[in-house]
């Protein structure tokens, strides 16, 4: 059964390198959405005289947020597609709230349900003093406008988002990636995910 897995989450928790080490084990097509369509998005947010790292402007909110997640949906279905397991990074806030997303997903991959096991992995931090250094320490110019506006992220640390997909209970983990990722919590993800 092909995987499909979503790991989602506020800035800084580590959706990123959670699914890293999973992929590690899992073998699937990675798909940050940052990654897809990061370079993009910034060009145009310069062209339009705009902080090319600022995800909370309302010309990207209007003009390029869904254009970026849509395209990484177009990859994931072209992935699913042809048998690929698929791991998607990225928050997916609104699309998780839209019950018919993960439905239109799987018909344009012309998939079910029945060979396409969905998943979705919330990674949250406990810490928020944890969460703020993370983003430090990654030391991406994207990440400047939210240290800035950090009042703002600080009540979302532990934050799980609503999820409306028509998929059982059991398949949505929210993991706390507080601490070391260790071998064992790696161990717990592989067994959620399965292999």
Do not use: H
């Not at 990123?16 to 145009?44: N, Q, S, Y």
């Not at 944890?130 to 030391?139: D, L, M, S, V, Y």
């Not at 934050?159 to 601490?179: C, K």
């Amino acid at each position: 059964m092909q995987k499909l897995v979503y790991f989602v989450g506020v800035a800084g928790t580590g959706k990123t390198t959670v699914a890293e080490k999973v992929a590690r084990e899992i073998p699937c097509a990675f798909l940050d959405r940052d990654t897809v369509g990061g370079r993009f998005v910034e060009r145009f947010l310069e062209q339009q005289g705009l902080d090319p790292d600022d995800r909370d402007s309302q010309f990207y909110k209007e003009n390029l947020r869904d254009l970026e997640y849509d395209t990484t949906l177009d990859i994931c279905v072209e992935n699913l597609r042809v048998g690929q397991n698929v791991f998607m990074i990225s928050p997916f806030t609104s699309e998780l709230k839209n019950k018919q997303y993960l439905e239109d997903l799987l018909v344009a991959a012309n998939k079910t349900k029945a060979e396409v096991d969905v998943k979705v992995v919330v990674v949250t931090l406990q810490d928020i003093e944890q969460q703020r250094k993370r983003i430090e320490q990654r030391g991406t110019d994207r990440d400047t406008w939210k240290l800035e506006n950090w009042d703002q992220y600080e009540t979302r640390v532990n934050f799980v988002p609503e999820i409306n997909w028509d998929i059982p209970e059991d398949s949505v983990l929210v993991f706390d990636n507080s601490g070391d990722l260790t071998e064992d919590k790696v161990a717990e993800l592989i067994n959620f995910i399965g292999k």
